[in-house]
């Protein structure tokens, strides 16, 4: 089956949050653009510039077809079998349908689970550098943040396991936010890691809330591996999984929330309950369903990407050390060795390439000097924009 991914799509005027919403990168600042707005390259926020697969549209028109939007929530085992034979096809992970919930979004879920689990006087413990709503879930319950800072290795971002058993040790720690494949570097981690960053949360008896959105997008090759599969007898892992990422579907604010301990899910419970948007079931329900050879030639378009990335950053800037991911659509550069003293890169390229992106302080700590590329965008979309990077560079 052929999918087209090079196909441009206008997103303007659609309240579109990448394409119409990015002067909140800016906070209200007044920058100078170096070329009309709508010639505008927004490579920041993490959704697809790839059309919605067609199977998802699709279902949700069948949904409208029965013409009443009313309280929704899964009434059979329709969408558990489905989800479930996705997890079971793709990471050979079951679970059980008592401990599936819902949330409006992984983000959403993250807050309420930072507030139902910890409140002031707690300590919260991520790593770094961090998707930034890590940062904001601590904030939303009024615990205090931890920070274990990832160590780059020969290109590779690794954890600091010492660091992370120390810190984990502190007693006021409550909670662990892991995310899983890592935003922003990108990294698919491994069965050995997994155990030891788990086993480590395990001997301190942590609460885990894994973030897992990325999950299904992955370099050829790579294998995800949910941390709850690596430890069946410990309750307190908390999976966040969503279809948002893989199939362009954020704005339907739709995640699965796994809860193996009945205590939290009792908990959960009395905040959350199982009400949907019946427009988001439907569409959850037929992406999981049909979206296995979607999936995979969108991960093979990706793969083009990051080789024709690498390729123009190799041949315009060859002092950088770029590495490819190993998971998510994201790329995380290294900029230091080009980027002038103090710039702010989001400022700096908005005004001198016309490119939007993230960079640094965005992602809590331990990021000065690195960018974040959302790369799922047709080729010619991603090729001019590392082109502009690097003329902006001076490259």
Known sequence: MQFDFDMRIDRKHTDCIAADGWKSLFAGQEITLPCPEEQLIPMWIADMSFATPAFILDAIRRRLDRQILG???????????????????????????????FSNGIVSALNELARLLCGPGDKILFQTPAYGPFLGAVKTCGAEPLFSRLVLQDGVWRTDLEDFARKAADP??????????????????????????????????????????????????????????????????????????????????????????PELRSRWSKVRGQVVNPLSLAAATGAYAHGYDWLVAMR????????????????????????????????WIDLRPYLPPDADPVRFFAERAGVLLEAGRMFVDNADGFIRLNLACPRSVMTEAAERICSALGH
């Not at 929530?73 to 919930?101: I, K, M, Q, V």
């Not at 001997?203 to 959105?213: H, P, Q």
């Open 300 to 331: 093979r378009y990706l793969d083009g990407n990051y080789a024709a990335l690498q390729a123009v950053l190799r041949a315009r800037l060859p002092e950088l050390t770029f590495r490819i991911p190993e998971g998510t659509y994201l790329a």
């Open 71 to 101: 309280y929704t929530r899964p009434a059979d085992s329709t969408y558990f079998d489905t989800f479930s034979a996705w997890t079971d096809l793709l990471y050979g992970w079951h679970w059980e349908p008592e401990d599936l919930f």
């Open 172 to 261: 006021a720690v409550k909670l662990c936010l892991l995310c899983s494949p890592h935003n922003p570097t990108g990294r698919v981690w491994k069965r050995e890691e997994l155990l030891a960053v788990g086993q480590i949360c395990v001997d301190n008896g942590l609460i885990v809330v894994s973030d897992e959105i990325h999950c299904d997008i992955l370099r050829a090759g790579m294998q995800h591996i949910p941390l709850v599969s690596l430890f069946p007898d410990y309750k307190k892992i908390i999976t966040c999984m969503a279809p948002s990422k893989t199939f362009n579907m954020a704005g339907m604010q739709f995640s699965n929330v796994l809860i193996r301990d």
